[in-house]
Nanobody, 118 residues
Framework: VQLQASGGGLVQAGGSLRLSCAAS?????VHWFRQAPGQEREFVAS????????SYADSVKGRFIISRDNAKNTVALQMNSLKPEDTAVYYC???????????????WGKGTQVTVSS
């Protein structure tokens, strides 16, 4: 499975961005992680293929929405009310089992930079 993330950019605080992750094969759980400079990679959100159940990190709950289009094999992350602390490289990942740990991922895409200015 190959994953390709896109949609990053520069936005002012309070603004919105929409990230997209395109998968080349069948994926069960798709996740977004992020990594800010000097910090460890952290879980952001995940979505299950069949039930479409979702999970979010507390830091983004209520602001970010993860969704998937199985027909197009894509997963989107709608990011609203962005804050400077959301600045990071965002990574799309996939796994065959539920996990919120980067160690539990089976596939990774290249990251896309999100920068939120104050």
């Amino acid at each position: 499975v190959q994953l390709q993330a896109s949609g990053g950019g520069l936005v002012q605080a309070g603004g919105s961005l929409r990230l997209s992750c395109a998968a080349s094969g069948r994926t069960f759980f798709v996740h977004w992680f992020r990594q800010a400079p000097g910090q460890e990679r952290e879980f952001v959100a995940s979505i299950y293929r069949t039930e479409r159940s979702t999970s979010y990190a507390d830091s983004v709950k209520g602001r970010f929405i993860i969704s998937r289009d199985n027909a197009k094999n894509t997963v989107a992350l709608q990011m609203n009310s962005l804050k400077p602390e959301d600045t990071a490289v965002y990574y799309c990942a996939a796994s065959n089992y539920p996990s919120m740990s980067s160690d539990g991922m089976d596939y990774w895409g290249k990251g896309t930079q999100v920068t939120v200015s104050s």
